[in-house]
C-alpha cells in the first residue's frame, strides 16, 4: 500500500479530569507513527482533542461551581501543556465545542434523519453515566454496567432513534471482507460476535441536561455524545468545511483506540459513515491496556500515574521510550518506575548513549573530532553495512503491521551489533599500529551507523535524535532519503560528546526519595497547630444568593423540603433539613445563601445540587437571607 497520504487519530479524551500516562500511551504511539509516515514523505494528518460535552461533564462542573465551558477549558488547557511536554506532532486538535465542530455534528444528524434514518421515539432504558452508554437489560452483569461494573440508572424519554440494525448484515460482509478493518484478530471475532447477537436501534438524543450540541429538529434534545464525539474525525479532515483537505485524507488511514471503546468504533462509527454514504476507515486498533499493579489505571479508581511527574524526573523520550518498547503492542501490560528506570539504564544510557559517547571520543582523539575519509572496506564492515540495510528492511516490515516494540527490538539489535563491531576492530589496536587507513574505515563506519540510528530512532524519540545528529556534526532532515549508508560526509566536523541519558542509580534515587519523604514530615510535624484557615481554603466554598422559586415536600422524608432555587444562570434543586421551621409556601421568593459547590448528593432519592445556610441555636433554626434586592446568584463572600 503505498499511498502518499496518512491519516491517523487518537480517540479524543474526556476532560473530567487530567491525563494519566494511559491517555499518553494512545498518544505517543499515534504520534510515532504520524512522524514515521513523515519520514516516508508523505502528506500526514493526525489529530486528536477533547470530548468536551456530556452529562458526567456538566455534573461535575455544577459540582465545582462553574460553567462546563469554564471547567473544560481549564482541562483542555492541561492537555495541550502535556502534549507540549512530550512533543506530540499533532496538526489539529478538535474540541467538540468548537463551532466548526458542532456545524459538522448538526449537518450529519440533519442528513441522517432526512434519509429516514434517524427517527422519534421514546427511550426506556438503563444508562450508565460514567461511561455515557446505554445497555440492554440483557448485557447487564448483576444488574450493573458491563463495562465499569457501576451501577445504571432506568430512563423514559423521547428520544430519537438511529436504525443501526438495518445496517447489521452490511457491517458484517464488510469486517469479512475487509480483514484487517478491526485489528488485532481477537478483537475483530469480539465484534464479530457481538453484531450477530443482534444490534438494536441506538437511541442518539438525550433530554435532562442541556451540555452537548442541540438536536437541530428538536428543542430541548441534545445529541448523545458519541455521535457528537465520533464524528471529530469528519471534523478533523474538513468534512462539509473544506473539500480540497477531505478529498485527500478521507477515509482515515487508523483509528488508534484503547480496546474498551472499540465497539463503538466498530459498529457505531462504520454505520454512521454507511448511512452517510461515506467510505469507511481503513482500520481500527484496539489496543491494550496499561495496568498499574495488574489493575486497569483509571481516574475513578484513583490509582493513575501522571504523566507530567514522570517527564520532570526522567525526560519525555525516556517516557516515550519505554511506553513504545515495554508493552507489545495490542496486549495489556504493566506499568512500573522500576522497569522503566531499568530500560533507561540498560537501553538508553548504556546500549545507546555509551556507543554515541564512546564513538565521538575515539574521532576526536584519532582524527581531531572529523569524520576521516574511510579506507576499503572488510569482511566485518560489510557486515556492519548489511545489516544496516537489513535493519531498516525489518522496521519497516513491523511498521507496516504495527508491530511498533518489534521494531525499536531490531533497531536495539543493530544497536548491540555496532557497539560489537567497536570491540571486534579494536581501533585501539589499529591505533597502537598506527594503520591511518583501517582507522579511518572504523571511525566513518561508527560515525555512519550513529548516524542512520539517529534516522531510525527519530520517530520514536525525536529530541534524542536531534542531539545524535547535533553531536555529530550532521546538517540534515529526518527522512527515509537518508536512511542509506554512506550518507555520512567525511569532513564532517563533529561537536563535543555530551551524555544522552544519565544513569539512574536505583539506590540512591530511593534514598534521595525517603530523605525527601522525611523531611516533608519533619516540617509537617513542626507545624503549630492550625487554629486558622488561609482565605484560600475559605475561597474554595463558592456561596451565591439563590432564591428560593418553588419548596414542597420531600417524597420520603417528613423532616426534609425540596427547594428549587434560582442560581442566575441555572436552577438548581436542594434538598434541606428545614421541614419543621419553615412551611414550603413561606420559603417562595425569600434569597437564601447557597454552597453551589457540593458534590450533588441523592438525599432519601431526591438529588440535592447544595445546601443552603442556616442558623441555629438548639432546636431553634432560622434561614441566612439577604438583607437587600440583590440579583439570583450575586457572590457570597
Ligand atoms: O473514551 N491504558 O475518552 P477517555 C491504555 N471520550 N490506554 C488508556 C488507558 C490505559 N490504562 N486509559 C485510557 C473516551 N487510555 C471518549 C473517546 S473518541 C471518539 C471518544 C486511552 O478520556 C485509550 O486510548 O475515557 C482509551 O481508549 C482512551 O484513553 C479513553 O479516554
Not at 448511512?275 to 499493579?293: M, N, S, T
Not at 489493575?295 to 500515574?305: A, C, F, I, R, T
Not at 576521516?372 to 531498516?392: F, K, V
Not at 421541614?579 to 414550603?584: E, I, K, S, V
Request: proline share 5%.
Amino acid at each position: 500500500m503505498s499511498k502518499d497520504t496518512y491519516y491517523i487519530t487518537t480517540p479524543i479524551y474526556y476532560p473530567s479530569d487530567r491525563l494519566h500516562i494511559g491517555h499518553a500511551y494512545t498518544t505517543v504511539i499515534a504520534d510515532a507513527l504520524a512522524r514515521y509516515h513523515r519520514f516516508l514523505g508523505k502528506k500526514v494528518l493526525f489529530i486528536t482533542g477533547s470530548d468536551d460535552h456530556g452529562q458526567k461533564i456538566e455534573k461535575i462542573a455544577a459540582s465545582r461551581g462553574v460553567t462546563p465551558k469554564e471547567y473544560v477549558d481549564g482541562i483542555v488547557a492541561t492537555f495541550r501543556q502535556l502534549w507540549t511536554r512530550l512533543n506530540i506532532s499533532y496538526d489539529d486538535f478538535i474540541r467538540t465545542t468548537d463551532e466548526r465542530h458542532q456545524r459538522v455534528v448538526q449537518e450529519v444528524f440533519q442528513r441522517i434523519y432526512d434519509r429516514g434514518d434517524i427517527y422519534k421515539g421514546y427511550y426506556e432504558g438503563w444508562y450508565c453515566t460514567p461511561c455515557e452508554a446505554f445497555w440492554l437489560e440483557s448485557k447487564l452483569e448483576d444488574h450493573k454496567c458491563p463495562d465499569c461494573g457501576r451501577p445504571v440508572e432506568l430512563l423514559r424519554e423521547e428520544a430519537y432513534y438511529f436504525r443501526i440494525s438495518k445496517y447489521a448484515d452490511r457491517l458484517l460482509a464488510y469486517i469479512e471482507e475487509n480483514p484487517d478493518f478491526i485489528q488485532p484478530a481477537s478483537r475483530k471475532n469480539e465484534m464479530v460476535q457481538f453484531i450477530k447477537s443482534g444490534l438494536e436501534d441506538l437511541c442518539v438524543t438525550r433530554t435532562g441536561f442541556s451540555w452537548g450540541v442541540p438536536v437541530p429538529m428538536a428543542p430541548g434534545h441534545v445529541i448523545y455524545v458519541w455521535f457528537d464525539a465520533l464524528t471529530n474525525y469528519l471534523t478533523g479532515c474538513g468534512y462539509l468545511q473544506d473539500e480540497e483537505l477531505f478529498k485527500t485524507f478521507w477515509p482515515a488511514d487508523l483509528h488508534l483506540v484503547g480496546k474498551e471503546i472499540t465497539r463503538f468504533h466498530t459498529i457505531i462509527w462504520p454505520i454512521i459513515l454507511m448511512a452517510l454514504d461515506l467510505e469507511l476507515p481503513r482500520q481500527v486498533f484496539g489496543h491494550g491496556w496499561l495496568l498499574l499493579d495488574s489493575d486497569k489505571m483509571s481516574k475513578s479508581k484513583g490509582n493513575v500515574v501522571d504523566p507530567n511527574e514522570l517527564i520532570d524526573e526522567f525526560g519525555a523520550d525516556a517516557i516515550r521510550y519505554f511506553l513504545l518498547r515495554e508493552i507489545s503492542f495490542g496486549s495489556d501490560g504493566n506499568f512500573s518506575v522500576e522497569a522503566l528506570i531499568q530500560r533507561i539504564n540498560a537501553d538508553l544510557a548504556n546500549d545507546l548513549g555509551n556507543l554515541l559517547h564512546r564513538s565521538l571520543s575515539m574521532i576526536k582523539k584519532y582524527f581531531d573530532g572529523v569524520i576521516p575519509t574511510p579506507g576499503p572496506e572488510e569482511e566485518l564492515d560489510r557486515d556492519l553495512r548489511t545489516m544496516a540495510e537489513r535493519t531498516c528492511q525489518t522496521v519497516d516490515r513491523h511498521l507496516e503491521q504495527l508491530e511498533i516494540n518489534e521494531a525499536l527490538e531490531a533497531i536495539w539489535a543493530f544497536i548491540g551489533r555496532t557497539n560489537k563491531y567497536v570491540d571486534e576492530s579494536a581501533p585501539w589496536n589499529v591505533a597502537k599500529a598506527e594503520d591511518r587507513e583501517r582507522l579511518a574505515r572504523i571511525m566513518y563506519n561508527l560515525g555512519e551507523a550513529l548516524r542512520l540510528i539517529a534516522q531510525l530512532v527519530w520517530p520514536f524519540i525525536p529530541t534524542t535524535a536531534e542531539r545524535m545528529l547535533q553531536q555529530l556534526g550532521v546538517k540534515e532532515e529526518f527522512s527515509v532519503k537518508h536512511r542509506q549508508w554512506g550518507g555520512l560526509k567525511p569532513e564532517t566536523a563533529t561537536n563535543p560528546a555530551e551524555p544522552l541519558f544519565p544513569r539512574i542509580d536505583i539506590k540512591e534515587r530511593e534514598a534521595a526519595l525517603a530523605a525527601k519523604e522525611a523531611s516533608k514530615a519533619e516540617t509537617e510535624a513542626s507545624k503549630p497547630e492550625e487554629e486558622f484557615i488561609s482565605i484560600e481554603d475559605f475561597q474554595k466554598v463558592k456561596l451565591r444568593v439563590g432564591k428560593v422559586i418553588q419548596a414542597g415536600p420531600h417524597p420520603n422524608a417528613d423532616r426534609l423540603l425540596v427547594l428549587k432555587v434560582d442560581l442566575g444562570d441555572e436552577v438548581r434543586q436542594v434538598v434541606a433539613g428545614i421541614a419543621q421551621h419553615y412551611a414550603p409556601e413561606d420559603l417562595v421568593g425569600k434569597r437564601v445563601v447557597v454552597v453551589a459547590n457540593l458534590k450533588p448528593s441523592k438525599l432519601r432519592g431526591e438529588i440535592s445540587e447544595g445546601m443552603v445556610l442556616a442558623a441555629v441555636d438548639g432546636k431553634d433554626l432560622g434561614l441566612i437571607t439577604v438583607d437587600k434586592d440583590l440579583p439570583a446568584g450575586s457572590i457570597v463572600r
